[in-house]
């Protein structure tokens, strides 16, 4: 029986400065199943990072956040700083966007993933490193033995981001975070990136929530997909009926932006996302929408249901 272990439930985000607060995420809401890939698309700014820094709780200091996730049933916004530390790194893991300014460049890579391992698996460090060899091993690093004395700027960008996902999937996480795991990497090392957590996914049988901009990654990796606008889910659905159905404008613009085929010139999406600060009145994608409606303005709609699993934050839909 498919069980959901991971349940986001009207999760806000909110910057606190001396004399303001500005609400970066709104009643963000999704789930995330055993052995699951769930997608979070979004232009950046959206509020795909934070959603994912909030589930782990590693939010700067001026930035709180509000609701409910659930793992595994326990509330992981009740728990105490110690109790959220046996977790994070554990039994939710998270590779960091660019892993050049993720990985300390003081300490050897061998050192920086065994101290995961010591951490939580209350082991020595020579069985650590030992294991931080294998480790690399398993993420296809080449001479792994000598290679745990390397520094991460002796290292290319492809195969810092190996470290980055053998420190994340060292103690056998139930959940692993990818946000953006293939940025700034060219195409081939993008694929063979793409390919290996695909089957680690499966040798591991973990879920996984997959943050990225890039649609056509999500409709190879996914099995549902979050579209994220102005921080706020504006459609939730299974990834081959967003694809073929797509209800909300912005994914209708998002797919039409996808180069189709050749000499077919490319629809982008007019303007930028906006600021939180200035967000618009009723739905935050008015100012952007060719379908906008005058009611658009009037109240920002719910995210409802429109067809089985598929769910939808827009009046025209409703």
Excluded: W
């Excluded at 530390?85 to 590779?95: A, E, L, Q, T, V």
């Excluded at 470290?163 to 063979?192: F, H, N, R, W």
């Amino acid at each position: 029986m498919i069980k959901t272990f991971l349940d986001v439930q009207k999760l806000s985000i909110t910057l606190k400065t001396h004399n303001s607060q500005t609400h970066l995420g709104s009643n963000i809401s999704f789930d995330i199943q055993e052995r699951e890939v769930f997608g979070l698309v979004g232009e950046s700014g959206c509020g795909k990072t934070l959603t994912a820094l909030s589930i782990m709780r590693i939010l700067p200091q001026n930035i709180s956040s509000e609701g409910k996730v659930l793992f595994h049933g326990n509330d992981l916004f009740s728990l105490s700083e110690e109790e959220i530390r046996k977790i994070r790194g554990k039994d939710i893991s998270m590779i960091f966007q660019e892993p050049m300014t993720s990985l300390n460049p003081v300490l050897t890579i061998g050192t920086q993933i065994a101290e995961t391992l010591m951490t939580h698996l209350n082991i020595s460090k020579k069985e650590a490193l030992k294991r931080a060899v294998e480790l690399l091993d398993a993420v296809r690093i080449p001479s792994s033995g000598p290679r745990i004395k390397d520094y991460p700027h002796q290292l290319s960008g492809g195969m810092r981001q190996r470290v980055m996902i053998a420190m994340a999937i060292a103690c056998s996480p139930s959940l692993l975070i990818a946000d953006e795991p293939t940025t700034a990497l060219d195409v081939t090392i993008q694929a063979e990136i793409l390919n290996l957590l695909q089957e680690l996914r499966h040798q591991s049988n973990m879920a996984m929530l997959f943050i990225t901009h890039d649609l056509s990654i999500i409709s190879q990796q996914s099995d549902r997909v979050g579209i994220m606008y102005a921080g706020r889910i504006v459609e939730l659905a299974p990834t081959e009926d967003l694809f073929y159905n797509p209800a909300h404008p912005y994914t209708q613009g998002l797919l039409a932006s996808l180069p189709s085929q050749r000499g077919v010139a490319l629809k982008p999406i007019l303007g930028l996302v906006p600021h939180p600060a200035n967000l618009p009145r009723g739905c935050k994608f008015t100012d952007r929408c060719k379908a906008m409606l005058k009611e658009c303005h009037d109240k920002e709609p719910e995210l409802l249901e429109i067809s089985e699993k598929h769910f939808v934050r827009c009046i025209k839909c409703h």
